[in-house]
């Protein structure tokens, strides 16, 4: 064999094997991007439809339920929008509310004796909350000058409890720092003894009888 023919065995061996391995490169590489390779999510076919029809399902059942929330809202009015504007007309004097009833349960001086006490007075007022008292106001506020005639006054509310009622008091005990400000009983009565004083006495308005009276006409 000559040297030219051995030359083109050579040549074509090396290009065989470089094309053979640049098909098993690109093979290699192409199954990596195969793998990695993500169809578009295109909604078609009968995953479409289903998709549609949820979604036109589930359309139907807010208008169905909100047809029947509009029903019963217009069965049952005024209820419950007229509580619902109470309860806000009322938020306004809440506040009020509160501090009468803290003046209404609050032991004052009147209530204690100078060694802290409780006299007959205070007794029958502690009586008084723990029976009329509703759930949520089941409390009794006391009033000292000082912290230390509050302490011994809560004490002794407390001790009288649990010797009057036991556990079926209930009763919380605070101190309060808001001198209950009433008015008198004579000033009360006087004011009272004068408006009914000075009402007028009660007419009758005065109206023609037409016809004759007893048959005269007859």
Avoid at 20 to 46: D, H, I, Y
Avoid at 166 to 186: C, D, E, K, Y
Wanted: glycine fraction near 8%.
């Amino acid at each position: 064999m000559s040297s030219w023919s051995w030359m083109r065995v050579s040549l074509g061996s090396t290009v065989r094997t470089v094309a053979l391995l640049g098909f098993v490169a690109s093979s290699t590489v192409g199954s990596v991007e195969a793998q990695n390779f993500q169809f578009p999510s295109r909604p078609f076919g009968l995953g479409a439809v289903s998709k549609s029809a949820s979604a036109a399902g589930a359309e139907i059942k807010q208008s169905f339920d909100r047809m029947g929330l509009d029903y019963d809202r217009n069965a049952a009015w005024p209820t419950p929008f007229r509580e619902m504007d109470r309860a806000t007309y009322y938020e306004w004097f809440q506040p009020c509310l509160d501090r009468g009833w803290e003046i209404e349960l609050t032991l004052s001086d009147a209530c204690f004796e100078e060694s802290g006490r409780l006299n007959r007075l205070g007794a029958a007022k502690v009586m008084q909350a723990v029976r009329h008292s509703p759930q949520d106001r089941r409390s009794v506020y006391v009033w000292g000058e000082t912290p230390e005639i509050a302490q011994a006054r809560i004490e002794s509310v407390q001790q009288h409890l649990q010797t009057e009622f036991g556990r079926s008091a209930n009763m919380m005990v605070a101190s309060t720092q808001n001198f209950p400000v009433t008015g008198r009983g004579s000033y009360a009565e006087s004011v009272t003894r004068a408006f009914k004083e000075n009402l007028p006495p009660p007419v009758l308005n005065a109206q023609a009888v037409s016809g004759a009276v007893g048959g005269e006409g007859e």
